[in-house]
């Protein structure tokens, strides 16, 4: 009887870890993010209601992507005594359902919490960044994926995926691998076969890809980072970075800045632009910058994904196609899924307000590679 016995709990024990290393179906080339809606927003009430509707889904669908990246706030689901914001829960369920109904999938990330915001640093406000330092709030991280999980358990894990925190900014690599670690126990005892997004510390950067840790023998994992380098071409005039105050001529591919413009600059930006006065960009630097994630990914054999990538609005055209056209030839070359930033805010190719394109060249551009089906 107790061989009997051992020889059924070995067979559970064989199932639940077979289970576990089974890899699911979610497979991704071609998004873009639905940003500065339920994430980095104001709108409440009718006007984000409003935001995004089904007939953005079924463009997203006609145009040929594939799937969307939907960043969340927790100031949006959760007041600050942790109770649950009813509207947006259902405008998330509502996103979801509309992606299976125009056969997008998703990945629901967790963008900005009250414990970790990525731009605290340049905002001079890093000292409400309490994340890797408070056992409570990490456990409050938990917590909210645990009601996020019951909630959105019931969606195909063929079709959502979890990316549990974004741009992690921690002084330390190890601190972000902790918190992985933990975050990822605990959502694996409730969800064992969910395709989760981890992406690396300091901004979700290619450059710290190699100092993650990825939890070992889980094929349901998709790696992440972040790229908008050459930061003086991809936010030329954003007011938020000190790069964006630059206002002489940017040129790509080559060298970024002449050393006319760069004379000509104010004395406090010439330490951000002397190395784009040296440093040839063009599509052999962006396959250099990819180097390091695309051998973590193969070490890990994990899908390979950039999260983030794209020009500000205000940008020359020109410049923004030729960088565009050089990212989408390295994504291709490598097998790399990606989502814009963004559908249509100040990064975007759609005009909400207008009901139109605000650039259909980039559109064009972005659907011309290769699709889903073309992944190897």
Known sequence: MKKYLSLCLALVAALLFSSCEKETDFRIKRGTNLSHWLSQSEERGEARRLHIQEDDFERLEQLGFDFVRIPIDEEQFWDEDGNKLPEAWDLLKFALDMCGKHHLRAIVDLHIIRSHYFNAVNEGKADANTLFTSEEAQQQLINMWYQLSDVLKGYSNDSVAYEFMNEPVADDHEQWNKLVAKVHKALREREPKRTLVIGSNMWQSYETIQYLKVPEGDKNIVLSFHYYNPMVLTHYGAWWTPLGKYTGKVNYPGVLIS????????????????????????????????????????????????????????????????????????????????????????????????????????VDILTSGKKLEDKK
């Open 259 to 362: 050393k006319e413009d760069y004379e000509a600059a104010p004395d406090s930006l010439k330490p951000a632009l002397e190395p784009f006065t040296t440093q040839e960009w063009n599509i052999d630097k962006i396959r250099q910058d990819f180097k390091d994630a695309i051998e973590v990914a193969k070490k890990y054999n994990l899908q390979l994904f950039c999260g983030e990538w794209g020009v500000y609005e205000p940008v020359d055209r020109e410049l923004a196609y030729k960088w565009y056209k050089d990212m989408l030839t390295v994504f291709d070359e490598f097998d790399i899924a990606w989502t814009t930033w963004c559908y249509d805010a100040d990064f975007g190719f759609w005009d909400q307000q207008k009901n139109d394109y605000k650039d259909k060249p980039l």
